[in-house]
């Protein structure tokens, strides 16, 4: 069966510190894959997709990065943290093949930005 | 672009039925989906239902889809405390990304 890992779960990082969240994906091959931020109280905002390895689209102008050095690991990175980066982030993967548009998500990372 | 959108907040009282709606925009959705997410945990998969079906019952969860009206609703019979969470209605139409609502937090007072 497919699992989801994505970690660390908690994390607090300075103001300008770098940041790197990593995520894998297990049992499946050629998976899409997804991060996004949920900020407090509010919904999902989409951060970056990936269709293939070194294939990155992104959705929101930001100081944030995402890297997919191999077919199920995707990377969220960021030189230098701000304040706003503060949030709840969410990888997610579905079928690179016989997709249904449903997403299987990680636990989540929390990153507190001080 | 695509739009889905939810009410904020639901509060109901325990062993009563919630009912979370959804409206959606796009006219080419395929699937439509409900997720649940528990507090600090991420999203999982609840239930969804093709866009050729009116109706979709999974034990204590009933989907019902109005296609003409771009409505979509999810009814918790007999909420439960356990059943306090965020729930996110999703529409898919065929790309990479389906596009999500912003949330529906369920409140169940005992």
């Known amino acids: 069966s497919q699992t989801i890992h994505q970690w660390p779960a908690t994390l607090v990082q300075p103001v300008g510190s770098p940041l790197s969240l990593e995520c894998t994906v297990e049992?499946?091959?050629?998976?899409?894959l997804y991060w996004y931020r949920q900020a407090a109280g509010r919904g999902l905002q989409l951060l970056f997709y990936?269709?293939?390895?070194?294939?990155i689209s992104s959705e929101v102008p930001q100081n944030l990065s995402a890297s997919r050095p191999q077919d199920r690991q995707f990377i969220l990175s960021s030189k230098k943290l701000l304040l706003s980066d503060s949030g709840f982030y969410l990888c997610?993967?579905?079928?690179?093949?016989?997709?249904?548009?449903?997403?299987?998500f990680g636990e989540g990372s929390r990153l507190t930005v001080l | 672009g695509e739009d889905v959108e939810q009410s904020l907040f639901l509060s109901v009282r325990e062993g009563d039925s919630s009912v979370i709606n959804c409206t959606y925009t796009?006219?080419?959705?395929?699937?439509l989906y409900w997720y649940k997410q528990e507090p600090g945990a991420g999203l999982q998969l609840l239930t969804y239902?093709?866009?050729?079906?009116d109706m979709k019952q999974d034990q204590r969860l009933t989907v019902l889809l109005n296609k003409k009206d771009k409505h979509l609703s999810l009814r918790i019979a007999d909420t439960q405390t356990g059943d306090s969470a965020i729930y996110f209605c999703?529409?898919?139409?065929?790309?990479?990304?389906?596009?999500f609502g912003r949330g529906t937090s369920l409140i169940v007072h005992p």
């Open positions: 997610a993967w579905s079928p690179g093949t016989g997709n249904t548009g449903e997403l299987f």
């Open positions: 990936s269709v293939g390895i070194g294939q």
């Open positions: 796009d006219s080419s959705s395929t699937y």
């Open positions: 239902i093709f866009s050729n079906m």
């Open positions: 049992g499946t091959s050629n998976p899409n």
């Open positions: 999703a529409e898919w139409g065929g790309s990479y990304i389906p596009t």
